[in-house]
Nanobody, 124 residues
Framework: QVQLVESGGGSVQAGGSLRLSCAAS??????????MAWFRQASGSEREMVAT???????TYTDSVKGRFTTSRDNAKHTSFLQMNSLKPEDTASYYC????????????????WGQGTQVTVSS
């Protein structure tokens, strides 16, 4: 049974930083075979892709976070990360970790495993 557990959320002032972690377990295949993604969902909005990291290490980001957020992974620890700098109030949302076998996708429908989410609140 796949488990993704996010941690690191919290409340910060605009301009601050947070680092989210996603610890994975229970994959049928090797952890290194999975694309790890971060999504977020603000109140009343659709869940949107924030960042992905392919098994090869290639990363993608939504335009609004480019230059401020960085995703990475530690394959030995089965953990992925989302470093968030220069946070803005519009980054306030629940952040979710997701996994997809082999391929990264922008749409949430292709991700078969999800974490429970962690709240990020940025005040002005």
């Amino acid at each position: 049974q796949v488990q993704l557990v996010e941690s690191g959320g919290g409340s910060v002032q605009a301009g601050g930083s947070l680092r989210l972690s996603c610890a994975a377990s229970g994959f049928r295949a090797s952890y290194t075979s999975y694309c790890m993604a971060w999504f977020r969902q603000a109140s009343g909005s659709e869940r949107e892709m924030v960042a992905t990291i392919h098994p090869t290490g290639i990363t993608t980001y939504t335009d609004s976070v480019k230059g401020r957020f960085t995703t990475s992974r530690d394959n030995a620890k089965h953990t992925s990360f989302l470093q968030m700098n220069s946070l803005k109030p519009e980054d306030t949302a629940s952040y979710y970790c997701a996994a997809s076998y082999e391929n990264c996708w922008r749409g949430k429908q292709q991700y078969t495993s999800w974490g429970q989410g962690t709240q990020v609140t940025v005040s002005s």
